[in-house]
């Protein structure tokens, strides 16, 4: 069975104030013409720079606000029809997380439980066992607001879980999380999937999206760009990405040179190399080489890699996530711009 | 239909243990009833003493003062409880709240009983360091009052959790409520009657549902139970419980858009 279907579903949020070039209340789009389709024991990536609409897109999955346009189904439930039975269905941990600060995890775990229906002792029960299982005994009894970041996500993620859902969806489950406590949320989420949960979750991470996660769509400015497991998405960039290392001083002069030059797709530089996306590094790099040789460029090192998530997203929106990321900050381009006030600025 | 009785009573419990564990919470609801009977009232004795209208027959200004006061704490204890609520909102509690099946009644009720508990305490202080004081009130008496605070309770709490959802800021919050507190706090006659105020202000003080409260508990201490103030101040704040729930439960329902 399929856990998510989608299909055109969109969210224009009304503008509060007018645009103020033209007087028009234009509204956000935040969500347009969303096809999804996530199987059943998976775990689906929702990946997305700032804006692009990824946690719009869970609200209205999630019962918490009406799509304007779309047909969807959640675990076999009309979205528009069965919210109940959805909810019965589905956990959902915010990018917010909503534990009560004044209250230990544990107490959190049991009330989320009892909300479910599930009786005081089937609810101490079950957050027993979730101490248990995600390692929180050793603060499972302190309230909530002495937590380290790590730590909430944990509460939060077993509040997800108190009902047993059949669908999970996180909401940016490892932001702020260091390399260490990451890992090991991963490790809980991959548990969970064993336990049958089908897990969807955004993030902005790229490594989490290709390690995590058995399918993924890309996201941006509220459309669908990519969709499909992070293998296939690599495949259709088909190309291979060329780095040569060089002196700080001489990366601009290097990239003029390179710049243009027949199989180069793309050109990026950073501090001290140039990054090239290629349709075939075996024919383009016998060609670039002599080039800087020529004009007196000393080459300190030379890499060759099968593309990443992050050229897949470069390809398919036309930028790189770090600089999506940096635009949708400064408040500029498409979806990101207009909205007033809103979830998209600060995560 | 049973298991919105549970969800309401599981949450109004986890908001009273909250609010229990909190050493601030005697203290603070202590604190105003002491103040205004300690500090305030005998500047009134004197007023009534000097010709006032209450000093009537053998009850003392106390049994005059009392009932203002009891309203002026169900008014401001209750009208600021929209604060917490923009917290939850801020920490996505409320999100997360209505993603849960719990129905959207429950959601509300759990916190506005919790906050009828605290009136009712606070209730029960007034009464207690009133005697002191001179009080003269009878059970019955004291009953209606209680019942009287929880009509007001029930209408306001579910009022400032609804501008709370609105406003979602305690920025625009504060404003809010000021705009409202003020004129139903000086045209209640809550602390000197409307009997000496002048013509205009008097019709004015008509249009304050507040008002009919402070006249019904007036009579109530006076030991006038049958005064057409009480049960009129009673169908009123009966209605306005009715459209403040529908409102809030509105808002409620919309609270993520
Ligand atoms: N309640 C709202 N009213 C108006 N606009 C909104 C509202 N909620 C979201 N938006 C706008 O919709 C767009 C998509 O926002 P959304 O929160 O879905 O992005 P996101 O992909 O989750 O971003 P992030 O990675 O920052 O969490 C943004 O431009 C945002 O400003
Ligand atoms: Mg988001």
Redesign the pocket.
């Given at each position: 069975m399929d856990m998510i279907v989608t299909q055109g579903l969109c969210?224009t949020?009304?503008?509060?104030g007018k645009d103020k070039g033209t007087g028009k209340d234009a509204g956000?789009e935040?969500?347009r013409d969303v096809d999804l389709r996530v199987r059943e024991g998976e775990i689906y990536g929702f990946l997305?720079?700032?804006?692009?609409?990824?946690?719009?897109?869970?609200?209205m999955l999630t019962t918490l606000m009406a799509p304007t346009r779309g047909t969807a189904t959640v675990v076999g439930h009309d979205l528009f029809r069965e919210s109940r039975r959805i909810r019965q269905d589905i956990g959902y941990v915010s990018?917010k997380g909503g534990a009560y600060e004044y209250a230990s995890g544990y107490e959190n775990l049991v009330l989320q439980g009892r909300l479910y229906g599930l009786t005081r002792a089937e609810a101490r029960d079950k957050a027993d066992r979730i101490v248990l299982q995600f390692d929180m005994a050793d603060y499972a009894r302190r309230i909530v607001q002495t937590y380290s970041g790590g730590q909430r996500r944990h509460v939060d993620l077993g509040m997800g879980v108190m009902h047993d859902p059949k669908l999970l969806f996180l909401?940016?489950p490892t932001t702020g999380l260091d390399p260490h406590s990451r890992a090991r949320f991963w490790d809980v989420i991959r548990t969970l999937r064993r336990e049958g949960i089908t897990i969807f979750l955004?993030t902005?991470y790229l490594d989490e999206a290709d390690q995590l996660c058995d399918a993924l769509c890309i996201?941006d400015h509220?459309r669908v760009v990519a969709a499909g497991s992070p293998e296939e998405l690599k495949r259709e960039v088909s190309g291979d990405v060329v780095e040569i290392g060089l002196d700080p001083a001489n990366v601009a002069q290097a990239a003029g040179l390179l710049e243009g030059m027949g199989g180069v797709c793309s050109l990026e530089t950073t501090e001290n190399s140039v990054k090239l996306l290629v349709e075939s590094g075996e024919t383009v790099l016998p060609a670039a080489l002599p080039r800087l040789v020529q004009a007196g460029i000393a080459v300190a090192r030379v890499e060759m890699k099968r593309p990443t998530l992050d050229e897949v997203f470069q390809k398919v929106t036309g930028r790189a996530l770090t600089e999506a990321e940096i635009e949708?900050a400064a408040g500029g381009g498409g979806?990101?711009?207009?909205?007033?006030?809103?979830?998209?600025?600060?995560? | 239909m049973k298991k919105a009785v549970v969800d309401t009573w599981v949450q109004y419990l986890h908001y009273m243990k909250i609010e229990l564990r909190s050493p601030f919470w005697i203290l603070a609801s202590l604190f105003q009833p002491v103040c205004y009977l300690y500090l305030f009232a005998p500047l009134l004795k004197n007023v009534s003493d000097t010709g006032g209208a209450s000093a009537a027959g053998s009850i003392g200004s106390i049994n005059s003062f009392a009932p203002g006061l009891l309203v002026m704490i169900a008014l401001f204890g209750t009208l600021f409880v929209g604060y917490g609520m923009i917290d939850y909102l801020r920490s996505g509690i409320i999100e997360r709240l209505r993603v849960t099946t719990a129905s959207r009644l429950s959601l509300l009720l759990g916190l506005v009983l919790r906050d009828v508990t605290t009136l009712l305490v606070q209730t029960a202080i007034v009464f207690v360091l009133s005697l002191p004081l001179g009080l003269v009130i009878t059970a019955p008496a004291v009953l209606l009052t209680a019942a009287l605070m929880v009509l007001v309770a029930l209408t306001i709490s579910p009022a400032s959790y609804a501008i709370a959802l609105i406003a979602r800021s305690e920025d625009a919050m504060g404003p809010i409520l000021n705009f409202f507190s003020q004129p139903l706090l000086l045209l209640s006659g809550m602390l000197l009657p409307l009997t000496l105020a002048p013509l205009w202000l008097r019709t004015l003080s008509d249009a304050n549902p507040l008002k009919y409260v402070v006249d019904a508990s007036r009579a109530i201490f006076r030991g006038d139970l049958a005064d057409p103030a009480v049960w009129r101040s009673f169908a009123l704040m009966a209605v306005l419980v009715v459209v403040s729930f529908a409102w809030s439960l509105r808002q409620m329902r919309k609270a993520?858009?």
């Open positions: 969210k949020f009304k503008s509060k956000v935040a969500v997305g720079p700032n804006g692009a609409g990824k946690t719009t897109t869970m609200r990018q909401d940016e955004t902005h996201m509220g949708a979806a990101g711009s207009g909205a007033g006030s809103g979830g998209g600025g600060w995560t | 993520t858009e």
